[in-house]
Structure formats: C-alpha cells, structure tokens
C-alpha cells in the first residue's frame, strides 16, 4: 500500500451509470485519490445518438462519473446541474445531455479522450479523474435463456440491460478490444479497485472482458472490494448477492475478491454469502448501506463508512472490523 502524504490510499472505481455514481459519491468521502474507470458500451439516447453519428465513445456514463466527483461548491454543483441539463424540443436536441455535447465537442478540439474529459474534470472542480475503459466504442452481446428453455442471443447494451430473462454469459464485441492504457497504469498502481454496484452484466462484469485491463485487476497489489447491489434490476431478475458473486467468478475464475459489502436487507442466506465471499478469498461486511426513504438506492454517508471499516481492517492487519466476517 502507498498512502498519500494525508494517508488516503489511491482508489480505482469501476463501473458506469447510477452505480458508478453512488460508488463515487462514497469513495469521495474516503479518499482524494480517487480514478472512475468507466465502461463505452452505452447504445441507446443521447450516448448513442452520439456514438452513431460521430463515431465516438458514448459519453453518457463518463459524464455521469464526473458529475459525481463535482466540487461541492456553488461553481462545482452548477456546472454539474449544467452538465446533466437534458434539452426538450420536437427537434435533434431532444433529450441530448448538455454534457454528453461538451465532452464530444472537447473531443474533437482537443484530439484526445483523456485530455477532453481532464478539462470537463477541472471545469466541475472534480475530486478524481474519469477514464473510460476501453480506446473504442464497445458492444455487449448476451446469451438470454428464455422461459421456454431456449437460449437467444441478445446484441446491444440497452436490450441487454431490460433482458428479464436469466442471463448465462455475456461477451464483448469486439471480443478482445484494446484498453486505455491510462485506465490499465491506474489499476497496476492501485491500492484498493472497487467493483460494483450497478448493473452487473452491462457496466461491472464489462471491466474483466477487456484482456489488457482484466490482466492489471488480477496482477495488481492492489486489495479489490465488491459493492454488491441493493436490489435486482432488469438484467438481474432473479438473482441475490450469491449470483451477483457467482457470475463474477464465471467471467474472471482467476480474480480474487478481498471484501464483500452488501446491505442485511439484501441477503436472505447471510451463511452462504460468506462461504461464496471465502471461495473467492474475501471476508463479508454487511452494513446497512441502503438510504433511509426505504428506495433501493445507496447513501453515500453509509457506504463510505463501510468502505473505511474495510481500509481501517485491512491496514490495521489486527483481524475484521465488527460484523466483517473473515
């Protein structure tokens, strides 16, 4: 480990969308080394629009990743609320996302994917920098088992992400597209990469099908640390904490999971959890994480002391902290 001069240890999130979001609303409170890793296989609204027209990565979960890392001053919350503005119109601006435009248009300036987003990053004051995962544009193509039995074969990140159905693998196309090499050195010089929550199949699982970024998250020294989610979503229908860490281990047999967090309110068999985590190597911390309105959504607060009790157990090498089972 190589704690910062304040003893804050270097953080890679990954990820994408409202999952990445509450990841990063969290980590940003632990830590100021804090880099999103995010995945460019977004096909549907403005991202892919976009991605059609200009042949660019989708930049709708990059610009959601920033917009989390937003300096929480008036300058920093207004050119967030500016960045997710959606215009409304009967013409070719509708629902376009103020930011998804600007990242596009630096793009094009700029000549360079990282150099645009680190301008969009100094612009909002963010507390960490954004990459995405891969150099290209990425689809996701899946095999559905459908309720007659048959499988199908579902292409495209916005008809996976409302399968229903279980979902049995899903694949990369290309199937071996190259990483950005700034996303790969972030992840070698990690001390802790966070996974998860989200949407497991379209925005977590992605991250271990890239070759180049899947080899850094399984050679890093860095310690990793699933975010299991609150509730299924579409993709997930069907599937507790268990399958979440089940169909990790499917796509990437190889990776070791060193911590758990997942909400009580979540797991109905907390016995099995903990015996899934050991099998992948971790210890399981259940914490309520979940807000307190009772929507299926993280509070940052919460999931920031979790994510501490791991650091702390971790660093203080003195067993697991309270209700951390190892």
Request: proline share 7%.
């Amino acid at each position: 480990m190589s704690p910062s001069r304040d003893g804050h240890p270097a953080f890679v999130a990954l990820g994408g969308g409202h999952g990445l979001s509450a990841s990063l609303s969290a980590l940003r409170r632990v830590t100021d080394r804090l880099t999103a890793v995010v995945t460019v296989a977004d096909d549907g609204g403005s991202s892919g629009r976009l991605r059609d027209e200009l042949d660019v990565l989708p930049p709708g979960d990059l610009r959601m990743a920033l917009s989390a890392l937003c300096d929480d001053s008036d300058w920093g919350r207004t050119w967030r609320d500016v960045l997710q503005h959606r215009f409304t119109s009967s013409g070719d601006l509708d629902n376009h996302a103020v930011g998804n435009l600007l990242i596009v248009a630096l793009w094009e300036l700029l000549g360079d994917t990282v150099d645009g987003l680190d301008w969009v990053g100094r612009l909002l004051g963010a507390r960490g920098r954004v990459l995405p995962m891969a150099a290209v544009p990425l689809g996701i193509e899946a095999d559905v088992r459908r309720p007659d039995g048959r499988v199908e074969l579902v292409r495209g990140q916005s008809h996976v992400a409302v399968a229903r159905d279980p979902i049995e693998a899903v694949r990369l196309v290309p199937d071996r597209p190259p990483a950005l090499p700034e996303a790969v050195l972030a992840v070698e010089r990690a001390d802790w990469v966070v996974l998860g929550p989200g949407s497991w199949y379209t925005s977590v699982i992605p991250h271990l099908l890239v070759p180049d970024l899947a080899d850094a998250l399984h050679h890093t020294s860095a310690r990793r640390i699933a975010l299991l989610n609150l509730d299924p979503d579409d993709e997930t229908a069907g599937m507790g904490p268990c399958e979440h860490l089940d169909a990790l281990r499917q796509h990437a047999p190889g990776l070791r999971l060193d911590a758990v967090i997942a909400d009580p309110g979540s797991v109905e068999d907390v016995d099995e959890l903990e015996e899934r985590t050991r099998t992948q190597g971790g210890r399981l911390l259940l914490r309520q994480v979940r807000r307190g309105d009772g929507t299926p959504r993280h509070d940052p607060l919460r999931l920031a002391a979790a994510i501490s009790d791991v650091v702390e157990g971790y660093l203080g090498d003195v067993g697991a902290p309270d209700g951390m089972a190892g």
